[in-house]
């Protein structure tokens, strides 16, 4: 276990969440690498990173939106140097299946000089619950491009633990984990699950990726769509449909199913306020 605090850069996402409230339960001092925070960490303001780094033994990295946005592989560099500057002993970095930027910054951590673990996810179950398919879905549609392209869709909460395990346990420096669920299905094979579970018909919509830029721009904005939408061209394209035994390797036991997120986020409410 770490006896020093550990940062955890984006921890206001998704994943970052998560980490935080794992480390915190097990009684692990975790300095929250955000723009609100009490040492703020902003990737935009490089001078902000040598403060929230002092003092810190590990690192848990995302960038957001994607280290496909421009510019990013380049700030994760300066980054690094930074951080072994300052002492840093281990970074885990959240990567990205089949994206070549990815791949990218993976190569940037691997060349750091810094002890590190990788984990390389694929798509999130959590997309339709907590991102930018959650109000389609409460209209009853799925609307995705790469038509009848398989993915092997994982649980955040799978991606969490094993990033938990990465930075408290011993055995997994140098490790490069690549993250899924136990089994390959279709959009059309999940719609088939949230009905099963909400109890109502949810629709598979394939649509082009000029369409999913427009709904993407619609909940945030262009810029963030660009990026999305070149990620989906890029990996919607069968080169991702396998799957792997990353968490398994990392934490001893078979990634959630799909199923098994959709009774959890149901459970929860998430998708409680449909018309």
């Not at 959240?94 to 691997?110: D, K, N, P, W």
């Not at 549609?141 to 392209?149: N, Q, S």
């Not at 919509?205 to 993407?216: L, R």
């Amino acid at each position: 276990m770490p006896t020093q605090p550990v940062l955890v850069v984006g921890a206001n996402g998704k994943t970052g969440s998560r980490v935080v409230a794992r480390l915190q339960a097990k009684d692990v001092a975790v300095r929250r690498g955000s723009r609100d925070a009490n040492i703020p960490f902003d990737w935009e303001v490089p001078e902000t990173w040598a403060p929230a780094l002092s003092g810190v033994s590990k690192a848990y990295v995302t960038y957001f939106p994607d280290l496909a946005f421009p510019g990013a592989v380049e700030k994760l560099e300066a980054f690094t140097k930074v951080a072994r500057a300052t002492g840093l002993e281990q970074i885990v970095l959240l990567s990205g299946r089949g994206e070549h930027f990815a791949s990218l910054g993976e190569e940037v951590v691997r060349n750091s000089g810094l002890g590190f673990t990788i984990v390389r996810a694929a798509w999130f179950a959590q997309n339709f619950s907590e991102g930018y398919l959650r109000d389609p879905i409460l209209g009853g549609v799925l609307p995705m491009p790469g038509g009848d392209i398989a993915e092997p869709i994982i649980d955040i909460d799978d991606i969490a633990d094993v990033v938990v395990a990465a930075l408290t346990e011993d055995g997994h420096l140098g490790e490069r984990y690549e993250v899924t669920g136990p089994r390959l299905m279709g959009f059309a094979d999940m719609a088939e699950v949230l009905s099963a579970t909400l109890g109502r018909h949810i629709q598979h919509v394939p649509i082009s990726f000029e369409e999913f830029h427009a709904n993407v721009a619609a909940s945030g904005d262009d810029f963030v769509a660009d990026v999305f939408t070149k990620i989906a061209r890029e990996t919607l394209d069968g080169r991702n449909a396998y799957v792997t035994d990353g968490v398994e390797r990392a934490l001893g036991r078979k990634p959630r199913d799909f199923a098994e997120f959709a009774l959890a986020a149901a459970s929860q409410g998430v998708w409680a306020t449909a018309a």
